[in-house]
């Protein structure tokens, strides 16, 4: 399909541009002719990574809404040349929910091409986020690919944890994201799983009856010393 460069005003684009994705986004419809027919209200998830978003995704699921965390989004972005391009018609594929770090990069995207989708900021403490984030860094057993390292970077600065800067860059990402959507006036909830918010916030955002079973809490993260 068709890679475009990130924007966050998807009207600022040359019309060249406009006319690859709107064919990028009718081929995609082609192959997944159920997207015709269904009008399911988009998600995105669009808090930094240990913020309770793999317990999010479970969440979603036990909701009935088809989510992925992480490994579909990720095939929504590709670098080039340290720069982010995007293929926004992957949104239109199986899933009707997107959670993890590369959807919370290409948020300002998501929201030009779809202002009618619903989006949710997890937060946590930023001391015990770092402490969870540093064991997640350490503990990978696999080479991250360029289009990894390079979200990595964007988001969250070196590819060795760093408190001063990762925290620096946690704290940027959150406040960004409530004053853009302050301004924008979307579809924005906020969510602290870690500090037990769960179905009595989630539920009414999104118009779902509360199943009275437990919030998933998932993903806890293990100290094994290795590196990126």
Same mark, same amino acid.
């Given at each position: 399909?068709? !890679?475009?460069?990130?924007?966050?005003? $998807?009207?600022?684009?040359? #019309?060249? =541009?406009? %006319?690859?994705?709107?064919?990028?986004? *009718?081929?995609?419809?082609?192959?997944?002719?159920?997207?015709?027919?269904?009008?399911?209200?988009?998600?995105?998830?669009?808090?930094?990574?240990?913020?309770?978003?793999?317990?999010?995704?479970?969440?979603?699921?036990?909701?009935?809404?088809?989510?992925?965390?992480?490994?579909?989004?990720?095939?929504?972005?590709?670098?080039?040349?340290?720069?982010?391009?995007?293929?926004?018609?992957?949104?239109?594929?199986?899933?009707?929910?997107?959670?993890?770090?590369?959807?919370?990069?290409? !948020?300002?995207?998501?929201?030009?091409? $779809?202002?009618?989708?619903? #989006?949710? =900021?997890? %937060?946590?403490?930023?001391?015990?986020? *770092?402490?969870?984030?540093?064991?997640?860094?350490?503990?990978?057993?696999?080479?991250?690919?360029?289009?990894?390292?390079?979200?990595?970077?964007?988001?969250?600065?070196?590819?060795?944890?760093?408190?001063?800067?990762?925290?620096?860059?946690?704290?940027?990402?959150?406040?960004?994201?409530?004053?853009?959507?302050?301004?924008?006036?979307?579809?924005?909830?906020?969510?602290?799983?870690?500090?037990?918010?769960?179905?009595?916030?989630?539920?009414?955002?999104?118009?779902?009856?509360?199943?009275?079973?437990?919030?998933?809490?998932?993903?806890?993260?293990?100290?094994?010393?290795?590196?990126?």
């Amino acid at each position: 399909m068709f !890679y475009i460069p990130e924007t966050d005003n $998807f009207n600022k684009y040359p #019309f060249r =541009l406009k %006319v690859l994705f709107y064919l990028n986004m *009718f081929l995609q419809r082609l192959l997944s002719p159920n997207c015709f027919f269904k009008k399911n209200t988009k998600i995105f998830c669009i808090g930094l990574s240990k913020t309770g978003t793999t317990s999010l995704t479970r969440a979603l699921e036990i909701l009935g809404i088809r989510a992925s965390h992480y490994y579909y989004p990720l095939r929504m972005i590709k670098e080039k040349n340290r720069k982010i391009f995007v293929d926004l018609s992957k949104v239109f594929g199986a899933f009707d929910a997107f959670v993890d770090t590369p959807v919370a990069r290409i !948020y300002k995207m998501l929201y030009e091409t $779809f202002p009618e989708a619903k #989006f949710i =900021l997890t %937060v946590r403490d930023e001391e015990s986020w *770092f402490e969870s984030f540093e064991r997640h860094c350490i503990s990978r057993s696999f080479i991250p690919s360029k289009t990894e390292i390079q979200l990595h970077r964007d988001l969250y600065g070196p590819i060795e944890p760093d408190r001063k800067t990762n925290i620096a860059r946690y704290k940027y990402h959150n406040r960004e994201v409530m004053e853009f959507f302050n301004k924008k006036g979307g579809n924005l909830l906020v969510m602290n799983i870690i500090k037990g918010d769960g179905w009595e916030k989630l539920c009414p955002f999104l118009s779902k009856k509360d199943l009275g079973v437990p919030f998933p809490k998932m993903n806890v993260s293990h100290v094994k010393k290795t590196s990126w």
